[in-house]
């Protein structure tokens, strides 16, 4: 008796239609109507759609809800399938993104854009005249960059609370204030266009300006066709990496690095002390990255970034003002069972510290070779004498350094007094802190 492939038990089908890929399965639904029947399992789609879309609810692109699996796949291929794997990958660094702000700055998830479409890109090639990239445009597709309402108020540099809220985060010290935003493609063009305007003594190319940041000229541009991100200063030629160069996928590469440093290093905090509300701080957050130490219950968490827009390399400048370094403090006194549990064995009964200030700090700054470069002495921390409280919010400043060379150190002691400087309960002690410098 002759095999007929049709005696087969269905299951068997499903199995092997589960081992295709959409495309596949798709193809091969048009040779017969049992295969038909078989491919239209929404089991199936749903699989597809978290293999090839990272799909968990079945919604189209634009968040609208679809009544099969099916009907979500085939939303996602029409809008997507002509990015091909930067797809897959812009996806990944989006939820990425969206889960971290949702859980921890719910107001920069909200100002996240909905999808920009084919023809707003369109429209911003032709306003620019240059080519985006398929790795800049499935980045679009998916979010339209920030809409921030600080944004609907520029050029007034008014420091409106949703300034501290770009996506890229920020830092702070003296009157150099940072915080990055991705700007909707409408608006990076247009920024492009008057960046190529006002500074016409620099050749920009084919650059794109993706990011905004009021109160600064840091910006992130993408040139040469994609292949290169970087990171400058717009009243100047200067920049800087910040993606290794190569192929045309090089923001896409930036958003990935990014999305990973959000979700493993970073927190939000106060960027400017004037200021209440929350920003993503681009010092890390968690160590290894952070330098942590305790003496006597107290805490100090010091963490350092490279500066670049301030950096002044392959110039004219002053060469002792090459590289610089923003870095962050924060000064915590421990609750009392942790301060119990973390002393010394050799310090003696335990006795809990109920309050301390802060007196004067001692910072060694080092370069690369290890010789000393600053010396600092200094009476608290920026102006400031933090009184602090078992288990209570902690204080936290930034400032700034600069040397020769793009590796260094910093070491020191922060000297504190139990009780209060006018009052001292206690004698003084030195609190132990490192940061770590690297360009």
């Known amino acids: 008796m002759a095999f007929v492939i049709n005696d087969l038990e269905p299951q068997i089908f499903f199995e092997i239609f589960r081992l295709l890929s959409a495309r596949d399965c798709a193809k091969v639904a048009t040779c017969q109507r049992l295969w038909r029947n078989i491919a239209a399992d929404d089991s199936l789609w749903q699989a597809w759609c978290n293999n090839d879309f990272l799909l968990k609810q079945s919604v189209a692109p634009t968040g609208r809800p679809q009544d099969t699996w099916r009907d979500a796949y085939a939303a996602w291929h029409l809008g997507f399938d002509k990015y091909k794997s930067y797809t897959k990958r812009a996806i990944a660094a989006w939820q990425t993104i969206e889960h971290w702000t949702k859980a ?14 084919e023809r707003q890109l369109d429209d911003a090639e032709r306003l620019l005249e240059v080519k985006l990239p398929p790795s800049l445009r499935v980045i679009y597709r998916l979010h339209n960059g920030q809409d921030l309402s600080c944004d609907d108020r520029f050029p007034d540099l008014m420091p409106y609370d949703s300034m501290f809220h770009g996506l890229l985060g920020g830092y702070s010290f003296y009157d150099h204030i940072v915080c990055t935003r991705l700007l909707p493609i409408e608006k990076a063009a247009t920024v492009t266009r008057r960046l190529r305007n006002r500074n016409n003594h620099i050749d920009y190319g084919d650059c794109v300006q993706l990011t905004g940041s009021i109160m600064t000229r840091k910006h992130f541009m993408l040139i040469d066709e994609g292949s290169q991100m970087r990171v400058s200063s717009c009243d100047d030629d200067r920049s800087w990496d910040a993606a290794p160069p190569g192929g045309n996928d090089a923001v896409l590469r930036w958003l990935e690095a990014f999305a990973n440093v959000l979700k493993d290093q970073l927190g939000c905090c106060h960027l400017h002390e004037r200021m209440n509300s ?25 963490a350092s970034i490279f500066v670049p827009e301030l950096s002044k390399l392959h110039s004219s400048y ?16 421990l609750p009392v069972e942790e301060q119990q549990a973390s002393w010394p064995a050799d310090a003696g009964p335990f006795s809990p510290i109920t309050s301390v200030q802060l007196q004067s700090r001692h910072w060694i700054i080092r370069d690369q070779t290890g010789e000393i470069t600053q010396d600092i002495h200094g009476d608290g921390v920026i ?57």
């Open 104 to 117: 921890h700055h719910p107001e920069i998830y909200q100002s996240l854009g909905d999808p920009a479409t």
């Open 383 to 439: 102006g400031r004498h933090p009184i602090l409280a078992p288990g209570g919010i902690p204080f936290v400043y930034q400032s700034c350094t600069h040397q020769q060379q793009p590796r260094g150190s910093m070491e020191g002691f922060f000297k504190f007094v139990e009780g209060t400087v006018r009052q001292p309960t206690g004698p003084a002690f030195d609190v132990e802190a490192s940061v770590v410098l690297s360009a």
């Open 278 to 302: 929350l920003g993503i701080c681009l010092h890390p957050a968690h160590e290894p990255w952070q330098r942590v130490a305790v003496t006597k219950g107290v805490r100090v968490q010091a």
């Open 318 to 333: 002053d060469a002792e003002e090459a590289y610089f370094f923003s870095y962050n403090v924060q000064f915590s006194l």
